[in-house]
T-cell receptor, first 117, second 117 residues
Framework: SQTIHQWPATLVQPVGSPLSLECTVE??????LYWYRQAAGRGLQLLFY??????ISSEVPQNLSASRPQDRQFILSSKKLLLSDSGFYLC????????????????FGQGTRLTVV | AQSVTQLDSQVPVFEEAPVELRCNYS??????LFWYVQYPNQGLQLLLK??????LVKGINGFEAEFNKSQTSFHLRKPSVHISDTAEYFC???????????????FGKGTKLSVKP
């Protein structure tokens, strides 16, 4: 079965410090990978998605970047955190490819609560 | 582009009462529809999904939703709620593409369901 791991679960970082959040998926190959951010009262905002190694699409301009160094690894980074980067970050994956029922839903990790102080 | 509106940010209800969480979507193309549940400080878990066929979809934990194309709605219902149903619920949509999808879910802002004894 497929599993998704995301760490750390919680993180408190000072303004201006760097960030690295990691997500890995097991039990599947060539998944679509996603980073979402959830801020209070604002739902889930798609930050980045990736359809393959080194292929990253950014949905919103921001202080963050993403990388996919391996097929099942997705990393969210920042060189200098801002207060506004605080939030709950969720990694997700979906089955890639077209055809009935493929890629229709995303499976989420447990999330990382980031507090920038 | 697709969008999702969840009309109620908070829904308080007494235990064993019925509940309906409303969701409306906007899209110029055919879509797949989903409901996810999020318990505090956890990731999202899929409750149910509508891909095609019967417009009444049954999911886990006794929830069901009905797709209404003319009203562009996908309301979530449960005939009798439990304290354990207290959580945040998200409606989501993704574009139907050649029978499958790229899986880029667009989420509503969520509805917090609070079940009181």
């Amino acid at each position: 079965s497929q599993t998704i791991h995301q760490w750390p679960a919680t993180l408190v970082q000072p303004v201006g410090s760097p960030l690295s959040l990691e997500c890995t998926v097991e039990g599947t190959s060539n998944p679509n990978l996603y980073w979402y951010r959830q801020a209070a009262g604002r739902g889930l905002q798609l930050l980045f998605y990736s359809v393959g190694i080194g292929q990253i699409s950014s949905e919103v301009p921001q202080n963050l970047s993403a990388s996919r160094p391996q097929d099942r690894q997705f990393i969210l980074s920042s060189k200098k955190l801002l207060l506004s980067d605080s939030g709950f970050y969720l990694c997700a994956w979906s089955v890639q490819g077209r055809g009935a029922g493929r890629g229709t839903e995303a499976f989420f990790g447990q999330g990382t609560r980031l507090t920038v102080v | 582009a697709q969008s999702v509106t969840q009309l109620d940010s908070q829904v308080p209800v007494f235990e064993e009462a019925p509940v309906e969480l409303r969701c409306n979507y906007s899209s110029s193309v055919s879509v797949y529809l989903f409901w996810y549940v999020q318990y505090p400080n956890q990731g999202l878990q899929l409750l149910l999904k509508y891909l095609s066929g019967s417009t009444l979809v049954k999911g886990i934990n006794g929830f069901e939703a009905e797709f209404n194309k003319s009203q562009t709605s996908f309301h979530l219902r449960k005939p009798s709620v439990h304290i354990s149903d207290t959580a945040e619920y998200f409606c989501a949509v993704t574009k139907r593409d050649y029978g499958g999808s790229q899986g880029n879910l667009i989420f509503g802002k969520g509805t917090k369901l609070s079940v009181k004894p």
